[in-house]
C-alpha cells in the first residue's frame, strides 16, 4: 500500500521556530522542509514540488508578502502566512496577494496543525469527483488545473483562496450566501468575530472577472444579505 506524505516547507527566519515546527509536523506524518529566507526557497523550490508553504511575513530581505505575490505569478501552492503584527493590515494584504490563510504568532502548533489539514483537504478534489469543466456566464473553470478559461479560451490559474471561493459560488449559484456562509463552506471553520477577509476574496475575484463592485454582473451584493452568483451553471464534462 502506498502512503502519499505530504511536503511542507517552512519559511521562517527563526531558527528555532524552524526546528521546532520542523519536529512536530515529522511527529505528525508530514515530511518537513525548511528556508530561512527568499533565496533559500527558490533554491528549494526548484528541486522540490511542496505541497504547502507556511510563511513568515516578517523577514529581513524579501519579506512574506513580496515572496507570496511573486510565487503567486507562477504557482498555485496553498500558502498559510505567520504574522507576528496585531494589524490587520498585514493579514489583509497577504490575502490580497493570494495567501490561502494566515495565523497570528504566538500560535499554538495544534491549531497550525489543523490549519494545514483544512487547507489540504479543501485543495485536494478528485478529478472523478465532479465534472471537469464547468461554464457560467461567459466564463469556464477547469476543476482539475484550477484555470479560469475566458471566451477566447485564454486560461489564468487561480490561487488555492481564490478557486475555493469560487467553488462555492458554482456549487451553490443563484443562491444568496452570507460572508459567514461563505467563510465556513472555503475555509472548513467559523469565521472570526469582525472577520471581514471574505470581502478581500470577493474583491480579488471580481477583478480575475473582470469586473468591480459596482458593476458586478457575476458575483452581486446583496445588501444586508451577502453575496449570489447571479449566472447559471453548466458542467461540460
Known sequence: MTINVSTVVVVDDDREIRELLKDYLERHG????????GDALYDLMRREKPDLLVMDIMMP??????????????????????????DETDRILGLELGADDYLAKPFNPRELLARIKAVLRRVRVAPMESARLVRFGS???????????????QRSALSGADYLLLRVFLDH???VLSRERL???????RAPPLDRSIDVHICRLRQRLG????????????????YVLAAPVETLG
Do not use: K
Not at 139 to 153: C, P, V
Not at 183 to 189: H, K, N, P, T, V
Open 30 to 37: 508530514y515530511c518537513a522542509l525548511l528556508a530561512e529566507d
Open 61 to 86: 530581505g524579501e519579506d512574506g508578502l513580496s515572496l507570496c505575490r511573486d510565487l503567486r505569478r507562477t504557482s498555485n501552492v496553498p500558502i498559510i502566512m505567520l504574522t507576528a503584527s496585531a
Open 139 to 153: 466564463w469556464q473553470l477547469d476543476r482539475i488545473t484550477r484555470e479560469l478559461i475566458d471566451h477566447d479560451g
Open 173 to 175: 449559484p443563484e443562491q
Open 183 to 189: 467563510y465556513d463552506l472555503s475555509r472548513g471553520r
Open 211 to 226: 469586473e468591480d463592485a459596482q458593476h458586478s454582473q457575476l458575483i452581486r451584493t446583496v445588501r444586508g444579505a451577502g
